[in-house]
């Protein structure tokens, strides 16, 4: 009888580590959904602390802790395996939405972890708090097969992602504090259903406002002189631009749809009773597709307001990119990828069987990873639905939970070993 493959050694060996554990990924969730960190404002102190306190607990190496603000920390936890061999690094988010004009829907309190049947209630608990909590206990799996593995696992925990990463993934690109060859983000990965697909493609975001200028005056008269209603003449605007937008895109067999159009996913405007409104504006959010250029969606979008114009004599019209939001480019990992392959064994391994390649709906922290620091980054292949995600009563199912924690070290070991059989 041959001996076992040193491979499929290790991955049983993890595997009954993290089987003993089932329940400690759930409560080490739960503490990160009650250390609260929404952004806006921005203060990922809280739930970095948790992180700090489980890595000590589990005895793995301290964490690195990088930030351009105090109240802005990032956290990069290394675990080396015996031989030399490449560098995975999983990655997760520690920052969430505000719980915003919702927070009279949510059924529990965002901030208490609340167990009903197979989910956990919380805010931030799939996006993604219960994936940075399945990958502290990958790493101490990892960490536990250490002494017979090839390559080295990262842990990276980031600021800002729900706001631009400024903060957070693209500080760590322009400081080179990235080590790895390739990055995982633990990002939700359903949207029907949990695990769903292995999102390759993060689509990209654009973010601007299209300004509309009026008369501001006394309201009461509005109808003995010339004068513009700024918002009425922004109503007119914003459904002329939804006919008149036409974004060029080239066509990719992950993004059959192409890009998604937002108009109006924010409107202001007005001042009150009384005055006759001279400003408006309404904000626009447009997840892009590989190929597409911030260039040309410019050009598309002065081509189609240019086209509005006549229909609102009087009223000016502009428009601006969002300072802070203005262009995460798409990003793509090829199905080829060494890490791409080792993911999908992974799953097959947990999950019975791979799920397919697609496109991530969203923009991820992969765009400043990849596109800024050129490492293959791959956008979502974690726990959760995303529709639950930005709204009232997120959860995250239990059972996607603990199978986490062995895809991420199932994908690590492999990756490590060049995704050996075993």
Same mark, same amino acid.
């Given at each position: 009888?041959?001996?076992?493959?040193?491979?499929?050694?290790?991955?049983?060996?993890?595997?009954?580590?993290?089987? #003993? $554990?089932?329940?400690?990924?759930?409560? !080490?969730?739960? %503490?990160? +959904?009650? @250390?609260?960190? *929404?952004?806006? =404002?921005?203060?990922?102190?809280?739930?970095?602390?948790?992180? #700090? $306190?489980?890595?000590?607990?589990?005895? !793995?190496?301290? %964490?690195? +802790?990088? @930030?351009?603000? *105090?109240?802005? =920390?990032?956290?990069?936890?290394?675990?080396?395996?015996?031989?030399?061999?490449?560098?995975?690094?999983?990655?997760?988010?520690?920052?969430?939405?505000?719980?915003?004009?919702?927070?009279?829907?949510?059924?529990?309190?965002?901030?208490?972890?609340?167990?009903?049947?197979?989910?956990?209630?919380?805010?931030?608990?799939?996006?993604?708090?219960?994936?940075?909590?399945?990958?502290?206990?990958?790493?101490?799996?990892?960490?536990?097969?250490?002494?017979?593995?090839?390559?080295?696992?990262?842990?990276?925990?980031?600021?800002?992602?729900?706001?631009?990463?400024?903060?957070?993934?693209?500080?760590?690109?322009?400081?080179?504090?990235?080590?790895?060859?390739?990055?995982?983000?633990?990002?939700?990965?359903?949207?029907?259903?949990?695990?769903?697909?292995?999102?390759?493609?993060?689509?990209?975001?654009?973010?601007?406002?299209?300004?509309?200028?009026?008369?501001?005056?006394?309201?009461?008269?509005?109808?003995?002189?010339?004068?513009?209603?700024?918002?009425?003449?922004?109503?007119?605007?914003?459904?002329?631009?939804?006919?008149?937008?036409?974004?060029?895109?080239?066509?990719?067999?992950?993004?059959?749809?192409?890009?998604?159009?937002?108009?109006?996913?924010?409107?202001?405007?007005?001042?009150?009773?009384?005055?006759?409104?001279?400003?408006?504006?309404?904000?626009?959010?447009?997840?892009?597709?590989?190929?597409?250029?911030?260039?040309?969606?410019?050009?598309?979008?002065?081509?189609?307001?240019?086209?509005?114009?006549?229909?609102?004599?009087?009223?000016?019209?502009?428009?601006?990119?969002?300072?802070?939001?203005?262009?995460?480019?798409?990003?793509?990992?090829?199905?080829?990828?060494?890490?791409?392959?080792?993911?999908?064994?992974?799953?097959?391994?947990?999950?019975?069987?791979?799920?397919?390649?697609?496109?991530?709906?969203?923009?991820?922290?992969?765009?400043?990873?990849?596109?800024?620091?050129?490492?293959?980054?791959?956008?979502?292949?974690?726990?959760?639905?995303?529709?639950?995600?930005?709204?009232?009563?997120?959860?995250?199912?239990?059972?996607?939970?603990?199978?986490?924690?062995?895809?991420?070290?199932?994908?690590?070991?492999?990756?490590?070993?060049?995704?050996?059989?075993?």
């Amino acid at each position: 009888m041959g001996e076992i493959d040193p491979t499929r050694a290790m991955l049983v060996e993890a595997d009954r580590f993290l089987a #003993e $554990r089932e329940g400690e990924v759930i409560a !080490l969730t739960s %503490a990160l +959904v009650a @250390a609260p960190s *929404p952004n806006l =404002p921005g203060d990922e102190t809280a739930p970095a602390a948790v992180i #700090e $306190r489980a890595v000590a607990h589990y005895g !793995l190496p301290a %964490a690195r +802790v990088l @930030a351009e603000q *105090p109240h802005r =920390p990032n956290l990069i936890v290394r675990i080396d395996g015996a031989r030399p061999g490449p560098h995975l690094a999983l990655c997760g988010h520690l920052d969430t939405k505000p719980v915003g004009e919702a927070a009279a829907e949510w059924r529990t309190d965002p901030f208490a972890p609340t167990i009903e049947g197979d989910r956990l209630y919380g805010l931030g608990s799939t996006d993604m708090k219960g994936s940075c909590a399945a990958m502290v206990l990958a790493g101490a799996a990892f960490a536990r097969v250490a002494d017979r593995a090839a390559g080295s696992l990262s842990l990276i925990f980031t600021a800002d992602e729900e706001y631009g990463s400024h903060f957070g993934a693209s500080y760590l690109v322009r400081t080179n504090a990235i080590e790895a060859d390739a990055i995982l983000l633990g990002e939700p990965a359903g949207v029907h259903e949990d695990w769903e697909a292995i999102r390759v493609i993060s689509r990209g975001f654009c973010g601007f406002r299209v300004v509309v200028g009026g008369t501001q005056t006394h309201s009461s008269i509005s109808d003995q002189m010339p004068t513009v209603n700024a918002v009425e003449a922004m109503a007119n605007v914003l459904v002329a631009f939804r006919r008149e937008l036409r974004l060029r895109y080239p066509e990719h067999p992950l993004c059959p749809s192409g890009p998604t159009i937002n108009l109006g996913v924010k409107a202001l405007g007005g001042v009150g009773y009384g005055v006759l409104p001279g400003h408006a504006e309404f904000w626009c959010d447009i997840r892009t597709t590989p190929g597409m250029t911030q260039e040309a969606l410019a050009e598309d979008v002065e081509a189609a307001l240019e086209r509005i114009r006549a229909l609102v004599p009087g009223a000016t019209i502009d428009w601006e990119f969002n300072p802070n939001l203005a262009w995460m480019a798409p990003t793509e990992v090829l199905p080829d990828d060494p890490m791409v392959r080792a993911v999908e064994r992974a799953a097959a391994d947990v999950l019975g069987e791979a799920p397919p390649l697609a496109a991530f709906p969203g923009a991820t922290d992969a765009w400043p990873f990849h596109g800024q620091g050129g490492i293959p980054t791959l956008a979502a292949f974690g726990p959760g639905l995303l529709p639950l995600a930005h709204g009232p009563n997120e959860w995250v199912s239990l059972l996607a939970l603990q199978q986490a924690p062995r895809i991420f070290v199932d994908a690590a070991i492999r990756y490590g070993m060049g995704d050996r059989d075993g």
